[in-house]
T-cell receptor, first 114, second 110 residues
């Protein structure tokens, strides 16, 4: 069964460093998402992406964040200058089409900012 | 008022019990309702998805939606220790961005 994959599974970085989290969505899916979950808190929407542009973003998704689909398979989340409060699990999700389908999540990348 | 409210638990039941998990939501524009299961430090796994009031059954799982009360439920019959996880309700409108509840932690004791 096709699934969303994410790399790395765990990323440790120093505050102020740039990180890139990578995702390979399910191959025939058209809509892509990033969510994050701070330890012990709820899963929060960050951004949605369709047709090579951002569809919607949350208040969390400020100028430090960017997303890109550099080729036909990868979908990346970049954090330019990480802060301690960026430490969280980051989940990528993808969805096939507009009306009745829903989102399938990857296993997540645990980001630890020291 | 929070958009989606969910009792965090934990909920501890003996093996074989019927489990009832619930969420309430505030915005009547929400039209799609999902239940995800999440094991510790893993990604949410889709269990059930519905977009109408009423019941939807899949094996031991039944999802129930009452749009008039803005209330959704997940029932698990014949619960197993392997069902021990956190259960997340998620709701969306036409934007399709998911709004999650805080999750209910379930423990099924052998």
């Amino acid at each position: 069964e096709p699934e969303v994959t994410q790399t790395p599974s765990h990323q440790v970085t120093q505050m102020g460093q740039e990180v890139i989290l990578r995702c390979v969505p399910i191959s025939n899916h058209l809509y892509f998402y990033w969510y994050r979950q701070i330890l012990g808190q709820k899963v929060e929407f960050l951004v949605s992406f369709y047709n090579n542009e951002i569809s919607e973003k949350s208040e969390i998704f400020d100028d430090q964040f960017s997303v890109e689909r550099p080729d036909g398979s990868n979908f990346t989340l970049k954090i330019r200058s990480t802060k301690l409060e960026d430490s969280a699990m980051y989940f990528c999700a993808s969805r096939k089409r507009v009306s009745t389908d829903t989102q399938y999540f990857g296993p997540g990348t645990r980001l630890t900012v020291l | 008022q929070k958009e989606v409210e969910q009792d965090p638990g934990p909920l501890s039941v003996p093996e074989g019990a019927i489990v009832s998990l619930n969420c309430t939501y505030s915005n009547s524009a929400f039209q799609y309702f999902m239940w995800y299961r999440q094991y510790s430090r893993k990604g949410p796994e889709l269990l059930m998805y519905t977009y109408s009031s009423g019941n939807k059954e899949d094996g031991r799982f039944t999802a129930q939606v009452d749009k008039s009360s803005k209330y959704i439920s997940l029932f698990i019959r014949d619960s197993q220790p392997s069902d021990s996880a956190t259960y997340l309700c998620a709701i969306t409108d036409s934007s399709y961005k998911l709004i999650f509840g805080s999750g209910t932690r379930l423990l099924v004791r052998p």
